[in-house]
C-alpha cells in the first residue's frame, strides 16, 4: 500500500508564492514517477506537473516559468514550488504517484490553494 499526504496550500495574494509538499509513505517503490493535479472549482483535474525518478520534468503550459516540482528521495517527499500565482492557479492541487509514466494510482487527497486578486 501506498500513502500520500499533501499540505502546504493556503489562501495567497495574485503575484505571491506558496510551496506544496506531498509526504510518500508505505510501498515506496511503487513511486518511481510522481505528479501533481489541479482541480478549479467545476473543472476537470489536470495535470500541472510531472518527475520521474531521474529527474526529468515536464509541466502545463499554463505553469512553465512559474512552477518547479522536485523530489527528496531520501525524504520521500515531493514539492511543487508556485510563484507568480495567479487567480486561475486556484483549485484543489493532488499529489500522485506511480511505477511508470502512464501507471500512476496513487492519490493524496488533495489540499486547498485559493489566490485572491
Known amino acids: 500500500q501506498v500513502q500520500l499526504v499533501e499540505s502546504g496550500g493556503g489562501l495567497v495574494q495574485a503575484g505571491g508564492s506558496l510551496r506544496l509538499s506531498c509526504a510518500s509513505s508505505g510501498d515506496i517503490f511503487r513511486l518511481k514517477v510522481m505528479a501533481w493535479y489541479r482541480q478549479p472549482p467545476g473543472k476537470q483535474r489536470d495535470q500541472v506537473a510531472i518527475i520521474a525518478g531521474g529527474g526529468s520534468t515536464t509541466y502545463a503550459d499554463s505553469v512553465k516559468g512559474r512552477f518547479t516540482i522536485s523530489r527528496d528521495n531520501d525524504k520521500n517527499m515531493v514539492y511543487l514550488q508556485m510563484n507568480s500565482l495567479k487567480p486561475e492557479d486556484t483549485g484543489v492541487y493532488y499529489c500522485?504517484?506511480?511505477?511508470?509514466?502512464?501507471?500512476?494510482?496513487?492519490w493524496g487527497q488533495g489540499t486547498q490553494v485559493t489566490v485572491s486578486s
Open positions: 500522485n504517484g506511480g511505477p511508470t509514466w502512464l501507471t500512476r494510482p496513487y
